[in-house]
């Protein structure tokens, strides 16, 4: 197994533990995406005993994602829609998931508009309260006719 496969085989782990649990949607998803890197109908078995040994304690995902050395934007992007499958497969988004898909994107040194689509977008507070006082006002006086 090359390094390159083993940091994407380990930045998808986390992504499957990003929010403290690994759920079998998650790991299989995982494999699934991994024999698809690799091009093979199984994945490897060197590969998932990699998968098997991952320890999410001591994992540093922006480290990982650093020593990937992607330059090419549609690279960077491949492995943030990887990531984002792996933590849509159990159907629940967490901010968890979603900052773990941020961090490494920002290891990546993507512009955040080149993964919105993939993140949650929160809203500031200011932002709230300026979309409740526009909701909040009264409407125009009605006209003589």
Partial sequence: MSMRNELIADLL???AFADNRLDGREYAAVKKLLAEVVDAEELPADMEARLKAFNNKTFDPAGA???LMLTE???KRKLIELIAAVTEADEVLD???DAYLKQVAEALEMPKEAYADLSIEIL???NLQDAGSKLLEPPPPPTDK
Wanted: glycine share 6%.
């Fill in 95 to 97: 901010f968890d998931e």
């Fill in 13 to 15: 782990m986390g992504a």
């Fill in 73 to 75: 934007d549609t690279e």
């Fill in 65 to 67: 994602a650093k020593s």
């Fill in 124 to 126: 500031s507070v200011e």
